[in-house]
């Protein structure tokens, strides 16, 4: 399974983001999920979804401004992040395939490379 992630960038806050993950094909019927690492702290969970059913899951703090999607034909997975703020300044990992039962674990068996998200206030 390969995953590319792609999109990040420098946005002033109260503006948008659209990350994109590649995903290889063997990652189809493979939950997915976006987490971000700041220097010196552990990797964060944002959101994840589930395949066998599309349920999705969210940080407190990615509730209601990220929204995690798919495009299947694509082989594509999205983070749609709004109202960014500066305290969302990280590099964002997609992963696929948890190790356990929880999404929210930095346990997941493929990670892609990362992609720097800025928000300047």
């Known amino acids: 399974v390969q995953l590319q992630a792609s999109g990040g960038g420098l946005v002033q806050a109260g503006n948008s983001l659209r990350l994109s993950c590649k995903y290889s094909r063997s990652a189809f019927r493979r939950s997915m999920a976006w987490f971000r690492q700041t220097s010196g702290k552990e990797r964060e969970f944002v959101a994840a979804?589930?395949?066998?059913?599309?349920?999705?899951y969210y940080s407190d703090s990615a509730k209601g401004r990220f929204t995690i999607s798919r495009d299947s034909t694509e082989e594509m997975v999205f983070l749609q992040m709004n109202n960014l703020k500066p305290e969302d300044t990280a590099v964002y990992y997609c992963a696929a395939e948890p190790r356990g039962d929880s999404y929210a674990l930095p346990q997941y068996k493929f990670w892609g490379q990362g992609t720097l998200v800025t928000v300047s206030s």
């Open positions: 979804f589930r395949w066998t059913d599309g349920e999705k």
